[in-house]
């Protein structure tokens, strides 16, 4: 069974970069057809899809949030990372990482990591 875990700081400075960490066990994330995502959730409101790594180290973006995002991978860790840049107050949310097929559906969350953007 995939399991995920996110690491990463709690508290990020406003026009710094948030840098979380994705730590995948039980599965390789180099697995035919599988995307790796960040999505976030801003507190009382829905899921917020910001972008994702295929297996074959193919990245794509929410447009809203693409001139300020980033998502790497390190194979050799199995592990694979997100950066936002500039962020805000508004960038406060519980961020998680998941793993979905290649049809859309998510099979596998980490436990979703709070990151707050003060001063």
């Known amino acids: 069974q995939v399991q995920l875990q996110e690491s990463g700081p709690g508290l990020v400075k406003p026009s710094q970069t948030l840098s979380l960490t994705c730590s995948v066990s039980g599965g390789s994330i180099t697995t035919t057809y599988y995307w790796w995502s960040w999505i976030r959730q801003p507190p009382g409101k829905g899921l917020e899809w910001m972008g994702a790594?295929?297996?074959?180290?193919?990245?794509y973006y929410s447009p809203s949030l693409k001139s300020r995002t980033s998502i790497s991978r390190d194979k050799s860790k199995n592990q694979f990372t997100l950066q936002l840049s500039s962020v805000t107050p508004v960038d406060t949310d519980v961020y998680y990482c998941a793993r979905a097929s290649g049809l859309g559906q998510y099979d596998s969350w980490g436990q979703g990591t709070q990151v707050t953007v003060s001063s």
């Open positions: 790594i295929a297996y074959s180290g193919i990245t």
